[in-house]
T-cell receptor
Framework: GESVGLHLPTLSVQEGDNSIINCAYS??????FIWYKQESGKGPQFIID?????DKRQGQRVTVLLNKTVKHLSLQIAATQPGDSAVYFC????????????FGQGTELSVKP | GAVVSQHPSWVICKSGTSVKIECRSL??????MFWYRQFPKQSLMLMAT?????????EQGVEKDKFLINHASLTLSTLTVTSAHPEDSSFYIC????????FGPGTRLTVL
């Protein structure tokens, strides 16, 4: 289930299940969105991105959905594996700000074997 | 893919000293790099945009005299934390643009 900790929401899933991680973004002028995975003590790693002229994009085992009406982004991970355990951040890039990224609060995904 | 490195990966220093962190783009040139800080269990907070050959652009609330940024070449940006204090202890992460943003592995700073 999903719970909110002191700082980071957490999501706990069973290995093999699908995971859905949600994110609300703040700037209606943002036209580019990215999901990053961050393992403990490491820098963020690119997972998948989507531009504002799309509402869905699929990668390998991952899908990103964008709902501009409610400023909502989600990351779906199919057949979640223990190696997927990490913190996941969405980031938005406001239009015409030189590629600057604004990060969401993050969700800690824990995969139980 | 685009590789970004940081040095050192971790550093411990005494209060009042200055610490320099390097960010390098290893296989590409980056006119723009970004510096973030991240506290435990929190998100990345953008500190400043580092522009090669010009002054850095700092985010609101970030002291430019405290966090000195120098982007002297197309592959190197440095962040110097001056007169460090324990509250500066954090995980500092840089990124560089090559199409999208590619992140370094981070530098853990501990100020005693």
């Amino acid at each position: 289930g999903e719970s909110v900790g002191l700082h980071l929401p957490t999501l706990s899933v069973q290995e093999g299940d699908n995971s859905i991680i949600n994110c609300a973004y703040s700037n209606s002028a943002s036209d580019y969105f990215i999901w990053y995975k961050q393992e403990s003590g490491k820098g963020p790693q690119f997972i998948i991105d989507i531009r504002s002229n799309m509402d869905k994009r699929q990668g390998q085992r991952v899908t990103v959905l964008l709902n501009k009406t409610v400023k909502h982004l989600s990351l779906q991970i199919a057949a979640t594996q223990p190696g997927d355990s990490a913190v996941y951040f969405c980031a938005e890039s406001p239009y015409n700000q030189g590629g600057k990224l604004i990060f969401g609060q993050g969700t800690e995904l824990s995969v139980k074997p | 893919g685009a590789v970004v490195s940081q040095h050192p990966s971790w550093v411990i220093c005494k209060s009042g000293t200055s610490v320099k962190i390097e960010c390098r783009s290893l296989d590409f040139q980056a006119t723009t790099m970004f510096w973030y800080r991240q506290f435990p269990k929190q998100s990345l907070m953008l500190m400043a945009t580092s522009n090669e050959g010009s002054k850095a652009t700092y985010e609101q609330g970030v002291e430019k005299d405290k966090f000195l940024i120098n982007h002297a070449s197309l592959t190197l940006s440095t962040l110097t934390v001056t007169s460090a204090h324990p509250e500066d202890s954090s995980f500092y992460i840089c990124s560089a643009i090559r199409g999208g943003q590619f992140f370094g592995p981070g530098t853990r700073l501990t100020v005693l």
